[in-house]
């Protein structure tokens, strides 16, 4: 459904991305691991076109090119069709938890009021903010913000949704709400790609597991393979490091 | 020492003459300069060949002279500039005009940094929010980064207002018959120049009170959704040592978050 194919990016003269290539399949629960600085983020900003890559193909949702030469509408047909959850949630300031979700509906996807209302009630009551509609994005806790960000998400109806660390700038007893409702959408089918240092929602939710070091995919397999077997020597030091922490 | 207070009635009410005039030369200068000064702006922040580097060189001209050069200047120099186009009616003008283009002029340099600087307060994530939801950069930007921008703006066009209010009393140097030099005028039949400055005080005292209220109201509509529990109210005091209430940033900043953040990566 999505394939990346020798993804290239670099910030001046360091490069982040060292040709990546990425596969991700109708239902699959991706999560993406790796030491900061490897270029998780980057990837997921560079597929999604926030970020302009260097090299490299993209062939998604009838997109098939070059990354860096993407058209304007190639851009946009793919931004049509992908959900994105950012780490700070990103919620529009200036617009009620309601008005958050039905933005996109409305102004993008030109899906009469009445009706963006009903789907973005019903992505609200997906996870638990139906009571908060009127709430402004201030008025909200972190946990409570990054569930509006998720509905937001849903409620386009994207073909894949992203999900960048959505719960690393949540206070610890925040974490577990939107891990829940991550894995509720796992459950019912939804096609994720997730960065996250939660190594019970990658090694438990993911059908796989892909670790990245330094701009390259060291190892990915099942969560299985990753957690239990893993043949690379970087990535054993990695989850050692991680797992001895906790 | 006493005071006239006879003479300071009289003085009220003449001068009074004056207000429109004075409100006449803030209200051109405001409405000119608020479109001009968002444009010059957007042109900054943009950086739009040629005319970027052009509008800086504006801002820092107008804002690295004294307000009465600007006037002195234009008020020697536009007339007979004009003259040689139009002829000797150019001296007929009426002053007020030229007064119109020395507050405009430098109302649009004050409001162009005061936009930019708070189109620069909007996070860059509220941007690719948008862009993610699949909306295009330009609606984006008028419907969520504008609407953001222009509360940040406010206070700070207040500010610009209020020191346009009290420097277009500057006007009586063009020789507008603005409120201070209808007072001055008074004050040199009989020299009672005191009574009449403390009138004239009283005058700009009361223009800017208003003003105050005004944006008040409107910082507070256009806030709304920045509003948590404790409901902000205007400070009716004029003279107080309270702090004027500040707008509490949207996203506030949290030292937990940040060290959560750490731990993490």
Known sequence: MLTIKNLTKSYGPQQILKGIDFQVNQGDVITLIGPSGSG??????????????????????????????????????????VGFVFQNYNLFNNKTTLQNVTEGLVVAHKIPKAQAKTIALAALKKVGMADYVAHYPSQLSGG??????????????????????????????????????????????????????????????ANKVVFMADGQVVEAGSPADIFDHPQVPRTQQFLAEILSNV | MSLDTNFMAQVFKTAIAGVPVTLQIVLVALIVSLPIGFIFALVRIYRVKILSPLVRLYVSFVRGTPLIAQILIIYSAFPSFLATIIGKSAFSIDPINYAYIVFTLNSIATLTEVFRSALQTVDKGQLEAGLMVGMAPRQTFVRVILPQALVSALPNITNATLYLIKNSSLAFIMSVKDITAIAKTQAAFSYNFLEAYLVVWVYYLIIAYAAELLFWFLERYFSRFQRTTTAKSFNWHLFSFKQPTTTVAAVQYDPKKELVNHAHN
């Open chain 1, 40 to 81: 998780k983020t980057t990837l997921l900003r560079t597929i999604t076109t926030l970020e302009k890559g260097d090299g490299g193909t993209i062939d998604f949702a009838g997109v098939q090119g070059e990354l860096a030469h993407l058209s304007k509408n190639d851009i946009r047909t793919i931004r049509q069709n």
């Open chain 1, 144 to 205: 409570q913000a990054q569930r509006v960000g998720i509905a937001r998400a849903i409620a386009l109806k994207p073909q894949v949704i992203f999900f960048d660390e959505p719960t690393s700038a949540l206070d610890p007893e925040l974490v577990g709400e939107v891990l829940k409702v991550m894995r509720q959408l796992a459950e019912e089918g939804a096609t994720m790609v997730v960065i996250t240092h939660q190594m019970n929602f990658a090694r438990n939710v």
